[in-house]
């Protein structure tokens, strides 16, 4: 097994987000996607104006990512991501503030994209298993995405 990398994307977050009162497994952080790109080699588009970020954050500083977006890419196909992580700070490093630009590696930050399209040209996306990391950037998020491949 190994990666092959598929893309790098960037999703634009309208702030502030909402957050929702301390709850049995957390606090609940809802950032809604106002846009953002994406390219790689076979893929290159933009991130529509709609979904969010469910992100739950539990009481021992683990943050759970659950995304929602819509990809169209450059020749009209939608492509529908789902994107679930974990995103925790580096005990030994000083907490970033909301918002504050990383570099990847900086904060364990992984997640697992899936795609779903009907679209012919790109449904070699649907049988996927992929992996990435992320990153915070200004007024967003970054990740980079790998599919898992056979040798």
Known sequence: MKLEYLMEYT?????PPAD?????????????????????????????????????????????????????????AQIYLQ?????????SRPARPEGEPAEYGDRYYMVTPRFETGHERYGWLNGLVCVGEGKPVSGGVS???FALVND
């Open 11 to 15: 999703i634009n977050l309208a702030f």
């Open 83 to 91: 994107l679930y992580g974990i995103v925790r700070g580096d005990p």
């Open 143 to 145: 990740h980079r995405v």
């Open 20 to 76: 929702t009162p301390v709850g049995p497994l957390g606090t609940r952080r809802i950032h809604t996607f106002t846009g953002g790109s994406f390219e790689g080699p076979e893929l290159k588009g933009k991130i529509l104006p709609s979904g969010g970020d469910w992100l739950l954050r539990s009481a021992d500083g683990v943050g759970r990512v659950d995304y929602r977006a819509t990809l169209e890419t450059d020749d009209g």
